[in-house]
Each structure stands twice: as C-alpha cells, then as structure tokens.
C-alpha cells in the first residue's frame, strides 16, 4: 500500500522559512513526479509544485515563484518543499503528491493523480 507521509508543517512569523518534507512508500519512486499542492479554508486545492523523477525540471505556481524550491532524494523517497519568505496567504494544508506525469497541476485538474498525501498544517502569522 502507498503511502506518503508530511512533516515540517507549523506556525511561523511572516517572512519566516520552513521545509517539509513527504516520505513515500512507492516502490518505483524515481519513476514518479512527485509535488506539492495546498488548501486553504473555504478556497480550491492550489498547485504549489512539481518535480521531475530525476529532478531535472521543477515547476511553480505563480503565487509561490521565487519564494519556494522543490527538491528530492531518491535513495531517500523523499521530496522536500523549501519556503521562504512566507506570507499569512501562504496558510494552508499543504499536501504531497506522486504522479507519473511532471504535468501535475493539469493531472490534478482532471482528479487523475496517483497519490496523496493526508496533508500538514502551515499557518504564517502576520
């Protein structure tokens, strides 16, 4: 059975950092994308990002472009979401994701992703 597990969700201040992490229990993880999605109360599911098997091409929603990085470790089957500079808007559930396509804001858009994750709690206070 697959799982993916988050951690690293909390309380920050308003231009504060944090990093979670998703640990997966896929067997062929290096053949999946694997990304980041969040919500927010009353609000859609939103893209966050998306990273290649081999991390080789990563991609952003706008909201978070230049702010967060994506990044992860094979041997590890882990994805990490770095985020920086964080705003209150930023608060959310955030949730992981594995798919086989890179292209996973259009995937989640059809409900056609693999898998996911129960999410964790990122809340930015102003």
């Known amino acids: 059975q697959v799982q993916l597990v988050e951690s690293g969700g909390g309380l920050v201040q308003a231009g504060g950092s944090l990093r979670l992490s998703c640990v997966a229990s896929?067997?062929?993880?290096?053949?999946?994308?694997m990304g980041w999605f969040r919500q927010a109360p009353g609000k859609e599911r939103e893209f966050v990002a998306t990273?290649?098997?081999?991390?080789?091409?990563?991609y952003f929603g706008d909201s978070v472009k230049g702010r967060f990085t994506i990044s992860r470790d094979n041997a590890r089957k882990t994805v990490y979401l770095h985020m920086d500079n964080l705003k209150p808007e930023d608060t959310a559930v955030y949730y992981c994701?594995?798919?086989?396509?890179?292209?996973?804001?259009?995937?989640?858009?059809?409900?056609?992703?693999?898998?996911w994750g129960q999410g964790t709690q990122v809340t930015v206070s102003s």
């Open positions: 994701a594995a798919d086989p396509t890179v292209a996973m804001a259009e995937a989640e858009r059809r409900s056609e992703v693999d898998y």
């Open positions: 896929i067997r062929a993880f290096d053949k999946y994308a």
């Open positions: 990273i290649s098997w081999n991390g080789g091409h990563s």
